[in-house]
């Protein structure tokens, strides 16, 4: 079946620091893969994305690259900020589109 | 900004009382879901319709009922609340067959039942 696997967190850096947050997936076929960040009483808001084999997906300094040899999408940030602070979900869209599969999430919190 | 919208964002209520969340949606998609989120961070889906009249049980056990009678709207009942029931629901939608798209989420709504 199809799960998503992510780094426990929570995680705690300093501001400007490098961060990583892994993620691992098992699926079948060729599923599309998303980063999600959710800040403090809010929903979740889509990332980045990437959809084959060797994509990199990228915004607001972040990125992740889908790596089908290892199954893996992990995000990293060459500078975190304090605005950074949030918790992020890795997620998995079947082939078909129609389930997507979220991990457990990783709380961030980025201190000054 | 957002293009689906959950009402109310907080919500205190005493046991027993029926309550109904709103989720709606201007996008025109035609896949909806409602997730409940626990303290401890992690989605657990409870109710999703793939169209206007069809809605099914996700797949965590819930209390809770659904409806789809209109595309752009998916309201969630809870007839009777208990303080089990106390989480954040988040709403959201996606097209479908939606590979490269992801989900558009609501703000979600604070439910704490006393």
């Known amino acids: 079946g199809n799960s998503v696997t992510q780094m426990e967190g929570p995680v705690t850096l300093s501001e400007e620091a490098f961060l990583t947050i892994n993620c691992t997936y098992t699926a079948t076929g060729y599923p599309s893969l998303f980063w999600y960040v959710q800040y403090p009483g809010e929903g979740l808001q889509l990332l980045l994305k990437a959809t084959k084999a060797d994509d990199k997906g990228s915004n607001k300094g972040f990125e992740a690259t889908y790596r089908k040899e290892t199954t893996s999408f992990h995000l990293e940030k060459g500078s975190v900020q304090v605005s950074d602070s949030a918790v992020y979900f890795c997620?998995?869209?079947?082939?078909?589109?129609?389930?997507?599969?979220f991990g457990t999430g990783t709380s961030l919190t980025v201190i000054p | 900004e957002a293009d689906i919208y959950q009402t109310p964002r907080y919500l205190v209520i005493g046991t027993g009382k029926k309550i109904t969340l709103e989720c709606s949606q201007t996008?025109?998609?035609?896949?909806m879901y409602w997730y409940q989120q626990d303290p401890g961070m992690e989605l657990h889906l409870i109710h999703y319709s793939y169209g206007v009249n069809s809605t099914e049980k996700g797949d965590l056990s819930s209390e809770s009922t659904v409806s789809r009678i209109r595309t752009e709207h998916f309201p969630l009942t809870l007839e009777s609340a208990r303080p089990s029931h106390t989480s954040q629901y988040l709403c959201?939608?996606?097209?479908?067959?939606?590979?490269?798209?992801?989900?558009?989420f609501g703000s979600g709504t604070r439910l704490t039942v006393v």
């Open positions: 997620a998995l869209s079947d082939q078909s589109g129609n389930q997507f599969y």
């Open positions: 959201a939608s996606s097209e479908f067959g939606s590979l490269a798209y992801g989900y558009t």
């Open positions: 996008m025109g998609h035609d896949k």
